[in-house]
T-cell receptor
């Protein structure tokens, strides 16, 4: 079946530190991959996406590259800010199949 | 363009009652999906509606049902509420026609349901 495994949290970093949150997937077929972010008390916001191998999604300083050979989509940011504190979800979906599968979420706390 | 809206944002019910949640998708989006988010189970897919028909369904009991109206707005109903139904219920919309769809879903802020 289709599933996503992401790094267990919580992750605590100091401001301006480098961030990596690992995400690997299992899928029958060719999935699209996503990172969503959830701030306290809110719904999920799309952070970035990639739809084919070697695509790099980027937004707000975050990046992730679709690696088919390692079935991974790790999230990175070079210098985190306090405002990046949130829960990050890796997700996949197959086109025309709306059953989006999410990882368990990784809580990131950035301290000043 | 306005985002996905959900009402109400917060709801408190007691066991055995039923509840109806509402979702208005982004203008032009005809597919609406519902998800349940709990600390223990994470995010789980409930069902998807497109053109007023349920297209996909997750692994939830029949107490969970939904419908979609001709303007693409959707409602989700939970009957005979149990304590374990306490969760954040998220609605997501995407562009979809009978012949094509996009994979990107846009989520609403959610309805937090508490069952006492």
């Amino acid at each position: 079946g289709n599933s996503v495994t992401q790094m267990e949290g919580p992750v605590t970093l100091s401001e301006e530190a480098f961030l990596t949150i690992n995400c690997t997937y299992t899928a029958t077929g060719y999935p699209s991959l996503f990172w969503y972010v959830q701030y306290p008390g809110e719904g999920l916001q799309l952070l970035l996406k990639a739809t084919k191998a070697d695509d790099k999604g980027s937004n707000k300083g975050f990046e992730a590259t679709y690696r088919k050979e390692t079935t991974s989509f790790h999230l990175e940011k070079g210098s985190v800010q306090v405002s990046d504190s949130a829960v990050y979800f890796c997700a996949l979906t197959l086109l025309n199949n709306n059953d989006m599968r999410f990882g368990a979420g990784t809580r990131l706390t950035v301290k000043p | 363009k306005a985002g996905v809206t959900q009402t109400p944002r917060y709801l408190i019910k007691t066991r055995g009652q039923q509840v109806t949640l509402s979702c208005s998708p982004i203008s032009g989006h005809r597919s609406v999906s519902w998800y349940q988010q709990t600390p223990g189970q994470g995010l789980q897919f409930l069902f998807e509606y497109f053109s007023e028909t349920q297209r996909n369904k997750g692994n939830f009991p029949g107490r969970f049902s939904g419908r979609q109206f001709s303007n693409s707005r959707s409602e989700m109903n939970v009957s005979t509420l149990e304590l374990g139904d306490s969760a954040l219920y998220l609605c997501a919309s995407r562009f979809r026609t009978s012949g094509a769809s996009t994979d990107t879903q846009y989520f609403g802020p959610g309805t937090r349901l508490t069952v006492l």
